[in-house]
């Protein structure tokens, strides 16, 4: 049996009219499109189509668009970016996140803090959403940027960008989002948020791994982190991945065309799910339930379980889902993502991550939904044994 993918908030295959798109690239007009001679407009010819397609996906302008190799280095530019143009003006280098962010955007501040800066990490309540008092507070000291996922990876929960814009706004401050998640899930509108500067990556979206970009509203706003030639305005010199870039351009136009279809589909592949496993087994504890959710992940503890013997058993099922754990030099740590909620370190640690994408079917969530319950079963009790033993 073929086994089924329900891992898509990791990747996505790429889809077929995106190689279509790309190949050409790879193959015939693979010129630098630095290049002054044909071959190179021929490349830099696909790099504007791909700039303005990527360009009107997100509603913004083509030269706002600055292609990176994929959203942990959109973030790391947003973030130190805005930072170091903070300092070159003369201001502090603070900066503002969440505790739920990606590890690409907090581990950005972090690198802020090495560089002589600060850091504000703003908590989160039981729903995982912001706490929109706390960002008021820290927006006193009028940070370089705040930096604040639009959707969640681990829970698909959607933060209020808009409130959370507006209070930027108002501070005179800008406002970077991860949107990695969001892009091709939710609509995306910049204006509608108060927002200058987003992240997106191509592997979410039926693009390859490996390219991304950086909406930038006004270039000013950050200082390039790479060093070399003048290529996208200096802020990310280096040779454009061009193929890349026209496969990032094509998913984007393929997820802003189908997105209401898309989002339809997902929210009712994963309700499905939600639905039969809530019947056919109990303890389960489904996350984002009561906000606003993405409509591709299903984040659920399975108490009395732990995440990992539970994705193993569906692995040997031939499903692929994943863990809201991440396993570090051997020790099994709670998903930083759910701790800051407040969830108790037992259920953290026994939470596992369903995500949809094109190709996931009713047939696929039917047979996970069969097979779930008699492998918490056996999770359970070879759990419950070893905690006797
Ligand atoms: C919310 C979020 N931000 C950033 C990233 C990193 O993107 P990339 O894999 O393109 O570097 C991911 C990938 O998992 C993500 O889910």
């Not at 995982?128 to 930096?147: M, R």
């Not at 099922?317 to 800051?340: D, F, K, M, Q, R």
């Amino acid at each position: 049996m073929d086994p089924i993918y329900l891992d898509h908030a990791a990747t996505t295959p790429v889809r077929p009219e995106v190689i279509a798109a790309m190949m050409p690239f790879l193959q015939e007009a693979w010129g630098n499109p630095s290049s002054p001679h044909a071959m190179g407009r021929a490349a830099r010819a696909g790099l504007e189509q791909a700039k303005r397609e990527t360009a009107e996906a997100v509603g913004v302008e083509p030269n706002q668009v600055i292609f990176t190799s994929g959203g942990t280095e959109a973030d790391n530019l947003a973030v130190i970016g805005a930072a170091l143009a903070a300092r070159a003006g003369g201001r502090p280098m603070h900066v503002v996140t969440t505790a739920i962010e990606h590890k690409a955007a907090l581990a950005s501040c972090h690198a802020v803090c090495r560089l002589g800066g600060t850091e504000t990490i703003l908590p989160v309540d039981r729903h995982g959403l912001v706490d929109l008092a706390a960002l008021a507070e820290a927006l006193h000291q009028i940070p370089a940027v705040v930096s604040v996922m639009w959707v969640n990876n681990e829970t698909g929960v959607v933060q209020p960008l808009a409130e959370i814009g507006r209070l930027c706004r108002a501070a005179g401050v800008p406002l970077h989002t991860d949107g990695v998640q969001a892009f091709g899930k939710i609509p995306i509108d910049l204006d509608a948020v108060d927002c200058q500067m987003l992240s997106i990556s191509g592997h979410k979206i039926g693009a390859p791994k490996g390219i991304g970009a950086l909406i930038v509203r006004d270039r000013k706003l950050v200082e390039s982190i790479l060093h070399g030639g003048g290529q996208q305005f200096g802020i990310r010199p280096g040779t454009e991945n061009v193929a890349g870039a026209v496969a990032l351009g094509c998913a984007a136009k393929l997820a802003v065309a189908d997105l209401d279809a898309h989002v339809r589909v997902l929210g009712a592949l994963r309700d499905r799910l939600a639905d039969q496993l809530a019947v056919a087994v109990d303890g389960l504890h489904f996350h984002g339930r009561e906000t606003p959710r993405a409509p591709h992940v299903l984040s659920v503890s399975v108490a009395g379980t732990e995440a990992e013997a539970l994705l193993m058993h569906l692995d040997l099922a031939g499903i692929c889902a994943s863990g809201g754990s991440a396993c570090n030099t051997g020790t099994i740590e709670p998903s930083h993502v759910l701790e800051a909620m407040g969830l108790d370190r037992a259920l953290a640690l026994a939470t596992i991550r369903f995500s949809f994408g094109h190709e996931s079917t009713e047939a696929e969530v039917d047979r996970v939904a069969a097979v779930f319950p008699e492998i918490v079963a056996r999770v359970r009790e070879l759990s419950a044994t070893l905690h006797r033993a």
